[in-house]
């Protein structure tokens, strides 16, 4: 009898386990290839061989790139070498990415930048919010951006237990931001177990000096975070639920559910086109190719642009896709003026006229 509740239990377990994979499996779209749709006059961007993992573009034209994360899970092809933030004037005609020079006392040998955003104060200062995972900790780096002699100037480094695992940020003013932490835990393994057992502990955090607080939670893995060009809407990623929440911000800075968008691919940064207040996602047809990398069959590349995402009916639309033979891993796209920069997780980085 012992032994028939033995085999029992433990047929139950092996079960729970394949459920378990299968999902995951279906999360990570792990069975999805994708046709290519390619766009006119596009070139790689010279210095980048190691990934753009976000981009944000000012008013002015002035892209930042965060570029050389290192990321636990995924391939790397500079392990060794920090990264940094580099620069792109898209007002140029022939645009060069130029590394920003970063103020003495900052640990340069650490650096590893992840999602960035901009924020551009009353008297036209410009802030660089970088989440930053300096041996694999998880803190949010506050610059100056100096444009006259193209560095950043240090300003504050921010640690908080309710910010454990960031992923992006969106900056609402000089020292206060959204950001979504994509696993509950900080702890390499039970971050995998968490995964696995898709627990959906995870939140979008709101910072300021004074008031820390979650403000929206229960999601999968909420990656990308932006804000719609009214300010009055929080759009959150969710990458392995394949979904854009839209949520509406409160003045307490609470964030109220508003909807779901449902797609069937990986989305990850998400950034707003400014002439059309269109979304462009960076997105991964095919999840597992990303942590189970083969440089013979490499993770593709998917843009998506989705218009009047707040209608009944959004708008969604392939901008360009690829199968990993010119762009591995897109993870955002951003826009400026006819001028289209495609990032990657840890690959190259591409620069498109329209």
């Not at 940094?84 to 650490?110: C, H, Q, T, V």
């Not at 924020?119 to 802030?127: K, L, P």
């Not at 932490?181 to 995870?202: G, I, R």
């Not at 392995?240 to 964030?255: D, F, R, T, Y």
């Amino acid at each position: 009898m012992g032994r028939l509740v033995g085999l029992s239990l433990l047929g139950i377990a092996l079960g729970l386990v394949g459920e378990r994979l299968l999902a995951l499996r279906n999360r990570l779209k792990a069975s999805s290839e994708v046709e290519s749709v390619d766009l006119p006059n596009c070139r790689l961007i010279k210095g980048i061989e190691a990934g753009a993992e976000d981009i944000d573009i000012l008013p002015n034209g002035l892209a930042f790139l965060s570029v050389g994360l290192k990321y636990p899970g995924l391939h790397s092809f500079a392990p060794d070498k920090p990264g940094g933030i580099l620069m792109m004037d898209l007002k140029d005609e022939n645009p060069r990415a130029l590394e920003l020079r970063i103020s003495r006392g900052f640990n340069l040998a650490s650096f590893n930048p992840h999602g960035i955003s901009t924020f551009i104060d009353s008297d036209d200062t410009v802030y660089l919010f970088v989440v930053n995972h300096p041996e694999s900790k998880n803190t949010v780096e506050i610059f100056k951006f100096q444009e006259e002699d193209n560095s950043l100037l240090h300003l504050k480094t921010v640690r908080h237990e309710l910010l454990p695992s960031v992923n992006d940020i969106i900056a609402v003013g000089p020292a206060h931001f959204y950001a979504t932490n994509d696993h509950y835990f900080s702890d390499p393994f039970l971050k995998y177990l968490e995964t696995y057992l898709n627990l959906h502990w995870t939140n979008v955090v709101y910072y300021s000096p004074n008031e820390v607080k979650v403000v929206a939670e229960g999601f999968d893995s909420p990656n990308g975070i932006n804000i719609s060009p009214d300010k009055k809407y929080i759009y959150v990623a969710d990458i392995l639920a394949h979904e854009i929440h839209v949520l509406e911000k409160q003045h307490n800075m609470n964030l109220t559910q508003v909807k779901v968008l449902k797609l069937d691919t990986l989305v990850d940064n998400l950034s707003i086109d400014p002439s059309s207040g269109d979304i462009l996602v960076g997105c991964h047809p095919n999840g597992q190719k990303l942590f189970i990398y083969d440089p013979n069959n490499p993770p593709s590349s998917q843009v998506l642009r989705i218009q009047n995402i707040l209608s009944e009916k959004p708008t969604v639309t392939i901008v360009y896709a690829n199968n990993g033979s010119v762009l591995q891993g897109s993870s955002v796209a951003s826009v400026y003026d006819r001028k289209l920069l495609i990032g990657t997780l840890y690959h190259r980085a591409l620069y498109c006229e329209l």
